[in-house]
Nanobody, 124 residues
């Protein structure tokens, strides 16, 4: 199981970024996939999760209405569209999976497999 996040970068407050997660070694059609972030000096925070069967989505309260998670099973990719970015969104973002069908909220503890992260920096 391998996951690789990409698409991070430097953006101004109010800007947008689209993160991508490339999965290999398994089919995302069989697993819920999540995004987790960790800011410098802070604990990990589950951001979003998308289930496999019905594409049910979950979002942390502080990103609801701004972030959108989606999946492309044909490409084995998951995306995180981030709009109206704030300085507090600055973090390394990881995609992850527990190879389970459904999301258990956005808790990062449900994930066993993690990819290398991508850094998102939002300037004020």
């Amino acid at each position: 199981v391998q996951l690789q996040a990409s698409g991070g970068g430097l953006v101004q407050t109010g800007g947008s970024l689209r993160l991508s997660c490339a999965a290999s070694g398994f089919s995302i059609g069989n697993a819920a996939i999540g995004w987790v972030r960790q800011a410098p000096g802070k604990e990990r925070e589950g951001v979003s999760c998308i289930s496999n069967l019905d594409s049910d989505t979950k979002y942390a309260d502080d990103v609801k209405g701004r972030f959108t998670i989606s999946r492309d099973d044909a490409k084995n990719m998951v995306y995180l569209e981030m709009n109206s970015l704030k300085p507090e969104d600055t973090a390394v973002y990881y995609c992850a999976t527990g190879l389970e069908s459904s999301c258990r909220g956005t808790s990062w503890a449900q994930f066993r497999f993690w990819g290398k992260g991508t850094l998102v920096t939002v300037s004020s």
